[in-house]
T-cell receptor, first 111, second 116 residues
Framework: SQQGEEDPQALSIQEGENATMNCSYK?????LQWYRQNSGRGLVHLIL?????REKHSGRLRVTLDTSKKSSSLLITASRAADTASYFC???????????FGEGTQLTVNP | NAGVTQTPKFQVLKTGQSMTLQCAQD?????MSWYRQDPGMGLRLIHY???????DQGEVPNGYNVSRSTTEDFPLRLLSAAPSQTSVYFC???????????????FGSGTRLTVV
């Protein structure tokens, strides 16, 4: 079964607006990562947050992690049409070396 | 720096045929993994390796074999193709770190496989 679940499954916003995607996971993790996938392409790593971190920023991306709720969120500020893609969270459990993905959020940014 | 290279990009197989999906990385990454991506199901881990000579099963290993004889290569073998194996297959690699956690994975561009 999938370790992570993402919400919403699809999100459509206007350029300039902020986009927030949420991810929940089931077991204790070592870190949580976010990836972007453009249509027909491979995944690209965006940001990693470790289990002892609560918030991390990278450019227009802001990731939070709440280990007590087993959840994470990805905020993209001032979105652009080029941000249109699927976004996946992936968690690495404390036991083992596997990286397990959620089902993804399809983000559409309308110009 | 080529990153992660997957071949072929597209493949059509008949049920019962076997084939090998190739994956090579030139970043000296210890960790390598194979995932399959199906609509509405995200990415599911097939097999993974934490170094040359070491492999382990993921969530959906049945029907697939792997080996890791070198750090660079991690081929995925389909033993007897079935229509249920129609999917997009991604290979990914990552450094191993001494502290807690991995670096992010670098993904290949994928192999789109159709089994008829």
């Amino acid at each position: 079964s999938q370790q992570g679940e993402e919400d919403p499954q699809a999100l459509s916003i206007q350029e300039g607006e902020n986009a927030t995607m949420n991810c929940s996971y089931k077991t204790s993790i070592n870190n949580l990562q976010w990836y972007r996938q453009n249509s027909g392409r491979g995944l690209v790593h965006l940001i990693l947050i470790r289990s002892n971190e609560r918030e991390k920023h990278s450019g227009r991306l802001r990731v939070t992690l709440d280990t007590s709720k087993k959840s994470s969120s990805l905020l993209i500020t001032a979105s652009r049409a080029a941000d249109t893609a699927s976004y996946f969270c992936a968690s690495r459990q404390t036991s083992g070396s596997r990286l397990t993905f959620g089902e993804g959020t399809q983000l559409t940014v309308n110009p | 720096n080529a990153g992660v290279t997957q071949t072929p990009k597209f493949q059509v197989l008949k049920t019962g045929q076997s084939m090998t999906l190739q994956c090579a990385q030139d970043m000296n990454h210890e960790y390598m993994s194979w995932y399959r991506q199906d609509p509405g199901m995200g990415l599911r881990l097939i097999h993974y390796s934490v170094g040359a000579g070491i492999t382990d099963q993921g969530e959906v290993p049945n029907g697939y074999n792997v080996s890791r004889s070198t750090t660079e290569d991690f081929p995925l073998r389909l033993l007897s193709a079935a229509p249920s194996q129609t999917s997009v297959y991604f290979c990914a690699s990552s450094m191993k770190t001494r502290d807690r956690g991995l670096y992010g994975y670098t993904f290949g561009s994928g192999t789109r496989l159709t089994v008829v």
